[in-house]
């Protein structure tokens, strides 16, 4: 039997919570949303093994956890992009609105945090879930996750307190292509 | 008890995160009083983290994906057998529906037409009320079929002409009808029955809301199916847990029993 009506309804419900953290571990919105996509394949195809007593969020941001861990793993398995479709890649990166310069070091920070730290840290900052939940989403205890948010705290605060300078001597030598690399 | 140069940036980060006990932020508050450098770090971290949500709150706000909505109501496809007859089903249907030029067939995901991603309220509640009916099996109906003024009484109470539909043909007979409340009037509901199978099927009457859609649209929720439709001032649904070709047998066969002014010869839309 396919999964009833009423947990299609809470997926549908739980649907904008689920591509926000999507988009934040995947930073562009084609990606974003195939790994959205693969979550609700995963979801409908287990819906039996969801307690309808649990938190449907936390249930699907932890399959969501799991199956970007299959996507970096699998990543890693193919080969390095080739010169030719770097652009098009970067291209498809939703474009930054607000104070870019901003946002763009943010992800760049972001992007240089292990994969640990950087999940604990958008569960905790961004999903604003307790140490508790976020344990519960990454199936790790609840101190694992205090050390990994602090320590990708620090992390990131390091790489843009040096980027600022770095960034600064990038903009007085304009090239136009390297600052859309980072 | 500890001293307050223990505090890391591991308290610190807990701290900002409301996850220490009111003993220990009592005493981080108190130690980063004192301490403005560890203040100006949090302070920065608490930027960060304004930062991040500033980045991916407008997520939340973006309109879903059609793929996706229809992803989340997607069943699993019929057997190929069933697929076939079903198609079988639909280019009768086409031969004598097509002919009025009204009908027009839209898939059996509801996502994919309609913004909301699911039938419209008044589906759900025809699927809601057969559910709650056909498991009645004294009281499943409020007036009898053998009942001369079945079809006046529920004309006069809804507003549109009702009609008692002879499904014997496809081998179900009328069991009665009720009365039920609709979000803002009422509706009707009248009761089919197999009496070999001992299956049910209920046809679902309501006066339409001016702007719903008028294509004929199959939707299956679990075990049921519902084939529904507008026309010319009536909403209808045909609800039952039966194979959608047989299903789609029986929405002809009330179709073709349309009072007049509904059927047919109504202006096309």
Not at chain 1, 118 to 129: F, G, P, T
Not at chain 2, 8 to 37: C, I, K, P, Y
Not at chain 2, 223 to 244: D, R, S, T
Request: neutral net charge; aromatic residues 6%.
């Amino acid at each position: 039997m396919s999964a009833p009506p009423a947990f299609r309804q809470q997926l549908l419900a739980a649907m904008p919570r689920l591509r926000r953290y999507a988009r934040s571990l995947a930073f562009d919105v084609n990606s974003a949303d195939d790994l959205v996509q693969s979550v609700l394949e995963r979801a409908l195809g287990h819906w039996r093994q969801f307690d309808p007593r649990r938190d449907i969020v936390l249930w699907l941001l932890s399959i969501a956890h799991n199956a970007h861990l299959d996507t970096l793993r699998r990543d890693r398995r193919l080969d390095v992009l080739p010169p030719e479709r770097v652009t098009e890649v970067l291209d498809a990166r939703q474009p930054l609105g607000g104070d870019a310069g901003l946002r763009l070091d943010l992800t760049a920070a972001l992007e240089r945090l292990t994969p640990d730290q950087r999940s604990a840290l958008l569960l905790v900052l961004v999903e604003q879930l307790s140490y508790a939940e976020a344990a519960e989403v990454l199936q790790v205890p609840a101190g694992t996750v205090m050390s990994r948010v602090s320590r990708a705290r620090v992390a990131m605060r390091d790489w843009l307190d040096g980027s600022t300078t770095l960034a600064g001597s990038v903009r007085a030598a304009p090239k136009p292509d390297l600052r859309r690399v980072i | 008890m500890s001293r307050p140069d223990d505090f890391t940036d591991t308290d610190l980060s807990a701290w900002l995160d409301g996850e220490l006990d009111a003993e220990r932020r009592a005493q981080v508050d108190a130690w980063l009083h004192d301490n403005l450098e560890a203040g100006a770090r949090v302070r920065l971290w608490a930027a960060d983290r304004d930062a991040l949500r500033a980045r991916w709150d407008p997520v939340l706000g973006e309109p879903l994906p059609a793929a996706l909505v229809d992803q989340v109501w997607q069943v699993p496809a019929l057997p190929r057998w069933a697929q076939a007859a079903a198609m079988a089903g639909l280019l009768v249907a086409g031969g004598v529906i097509g002919a009025a030029g009204m009908w027009q067939w839209q898939g059996q995901r509801p996502g994919s037409t309609l913004a909301a991603g699911t039938p419209a309220g008044w589906v759900q509640r025809a699927g809601l009320a057969h559910s709650v009916y056909v498991a009645e099996p004294l009281h499943a109906v409020e007036v009898k079929a053998a009942e001369e003024h079945l079809a006046r009484w529920l004309t006069r109470r809804i507003n549109i002409e009702v009609k008692l539909y002879d499904l014997r043909d496809e081998g179900f007979e009328l069991v009665g009808g009720r009365l039920l409340p609709d979000a803002g009037g009422k509706s009707a509901q009248l009761m089919y029955e197999n009496p070999q199978t001992h299956q049910r099927v209920t046809v679902y009457l309501r006066k339409p809301d001016a702007d719903a859609p008028t294509a004929f649209r199959y939707v299956q929720q679990g075990e049921l199916g519902m084939f529904y439709w507008v026309e010319a001032g009536a909403g209808c649904a045909l609800v039952g847990a039966l194979p959608k070709e047989r299903l789609l047998a029986l929405a002809q066969a009330i179709y073709k029993q349309l009072p007049s002014e509904q059927g047919a010869n109504a202006p096309v839309r």
